[in-house]
């Protein structure tokens, strides 16, 4: 059967935030691109504990060397997001549109 994802709690990956990363993707690693920066926004995936832990560290990354409020902020919410999830043991999903 399918799982019940519970969808209650969330951070929107706006479009023109990912269009600001894609922009700049050569200052991502590969693995970067491949859990964030290039999500397919039609999409899902669900995110590993190892790949959560991953992502905190890329949202610190992106705080510290993006300029612009929607990108910095995008970035702080999805890090605490993160932390909330490997806090609580939740899984983590990207769901598309």
Known sequence: GKKEIDTSSYVVYEESVQEKLVFYDYLFEARA???LINLDPYGDREYTKEEVQYLIKLCGFIEEEFQGEDVVKFAVQLKKFCQEALG???QLYALGD
């Open 88 to 90: 609580e043991d939740k």
């Open 33 to 35: 691109k491949d859990i």
